[in-house]
């Protein structure tokens, strides 16, 4: 059989909860922001030269006005493969045109920014060197406001990198890495030491990771990142805001460690597969709030390991969708602090699995909707008069004997847990407890 691609698996998703009366919306109308999967908002545009610009015939035309420091503020680049490696030391905008090509030599990176206010815009750039000692880039820049837009950049081994780049941003921008396998890849998008930077209506795909590392303030919106590694690991990066980004295929969704004041809101992360596969996962990690999120065909769909490490820096789930997972929720030494309010639980595998014959006891769980709820609400205010528990006998059995977790999803598994269900002295312990359920999924927007 055909393995069902992330659409498919999605798209069932959704079908499933419709099945189950569930009141699955269409996302409404996009605004103008909102940038179309593939649009025009991404890669080269067919757009005039800026007023005034000097247009560069040739390379070497090229880079003579580049290192001239007297020379012109507006370069414009024709339809044309430009060759050779670039180094950018003043500010200056580079404008081409759908067609502009800057094609490196194959020994490093093709654009070197080592200067601020630089513009490099509405060209394609490939063709990098393929040493990861040095990080060879498409686009490598140093220094404040260096703005990357409507560009492609493709045949190379890290894509854009921004390394100690203040209030840098990356825009309609599509990046897609070597054919080889994720651990051989260089980043796509990398953002260090890069405070108050931007990434927005980008595709990467097929690249190790996107990375933001030891920034503060950074925002990813309107990403997509497909058929890579990590689709964005987020490390020291605190007060940065991941919206309304998609995240499909790839072996982890978006994984966050020792960062704090995040939010996370309206993305979707689906078929993350695999034994690593998670969509959302967290270590060591604070005051973080997840909303309106989708979570859909993950081996695990929400992971957290030490998070939060205080009960003073709380970690809220609210309004999101955790559907189709092997396991909805997974905890690592993570209980207290923890806060599920609001959430729609469909379908998965597993509602939920603690390391080291743990508990989610301690996690607060209050009005959320399961699939697996078969309690009653006789006042009819759309709350369950008896709570919603996880009480399984497999999660005992495969903690104590771990190639059982072979069997997970089988009728024998099932089994068990029916028999625990129906027979409560079986089951050794309570796993979850939501005191206030809801017996009719929340409204929550596909985004």
Not at 85 to 91: G, M, S
Not at 403 to 409: A, D, E, M, S
Not at 427 to 438: E, G, Q
Request: with cysteine; hydrophobic share 40%; proline share 5%.
């Amino acid at each position: 059989m055909k393995p069902r691609s992330w659409r498919a698996v999605f798209g069932a998703a959704a079908l499933g909860c419709a099945l189950e009366g569930g009141p699955v919306r269409a996302a409404p109308e996009p605004s103008a922001a909102a940038p179309a999967e593939g649009g025009a908002d991404v890669g080269p545009r067919d757009v005039a030269p800026p007023a005034g610009a000097v247009v560069a015939r040739t390379f070497d035309e090229l880079r003579a006005l580049v290192e001239d420091p007297g020379g012109p503020k507006a370069i414009a680049l024709t339809a044309q493969v430009y060759r050779g490696d670039l180094v950018i030391k003043r500010p200056l905008s580079l404008t081409g045109r759908r067609g502009a090509v800057l094609e490196g030599t194959g020994g490093g990176t093709v654009v070197t920014v080592k200067a601020s206010d630089v513009l490099v815009s509405d060209v394609l750039i490939r063709r990098s060197g393929h040493r990861n000692t040095t990080e060879d880039a498409g686009l490598k820049a140093t220094g404040e406001r260096v703005r990357l837009a409507h560009a492609r950049v493709e045949d190379t081994l890290f894509g854009v990198s921004f390394e100690e780049c203040k209030g840098c941003a990356v825009e309609g921008v599509s990046v897609r890495g070597f054919d080889e396998e994720a651990e051989l890849r260089g980043d796509g998008i990398k953002l260090w030491e890069s405070h108050h930077s931007t990434v927005r209506h980008a595709e990467v795909e097929r690249v190790r990771d996107v990375v933001v590392w030891y920034t503060r303030h950074a925002t990813l919106e309107d990403v997509v990142v497909r058929g890579s590694r990590y689709g964005t690991h987020l490390m020291y990066a605190h007060d940065a805001t991941v919206r309304r980004s998609r995240f499909e295929a790839n072996v982890v969704g978006i994984f966050v460690m020792y960062s704090g004041r995040m939010l996370l809101e309206q993305n979707v992360v689906a078929g993350a597969r695999g034994a690593a596969g998670m969509g959302l996962g967290f270590k060591d990690s604070d005051a973080i709030t997840a909303r309106g999120n989708w979570m859909v065909a993950n081996t695990s769909g929400v992971y957290l390991d030490n998070t939060p490490r205080t009960t003073a820096e709380p970690v809220a789930f609210v309004g999101n969708v955790i559907a189709l997972n092997d396991v909805g929720l997974r905890l690592h030494s993570a209980e207290r602090g923890l806060r599920f309010h609001g959430n729609d639980l469909r379908q998965n595998a597993l509602v939920v699995e603690a390391d080291g014959g743990g508990s989610a006891l301690a996690v607060e769980f209050r009005g959320n909707h399961f699939s697996e709820y078969e309690g009653y609400d006789l006042n009819g205010d759309g709350v369950g008069d008896v709570p919603f528990e996880v009480k399984a006998l497999s999660s005992d059995l495969t903690e104590s004997r771990p190639t059982l977790k072979f069997f997970q999803g089988t009728a024998a598994i099932g089994l068990l847990d029916a028999v625990a269900h129906a027979v409560p002295l079986l089951s050794a312990r309570k796993l979850l407890v939501d005191p206030a359920p809801l017996v009719r999924p929340p409204d929550i927007h596909a985004p």
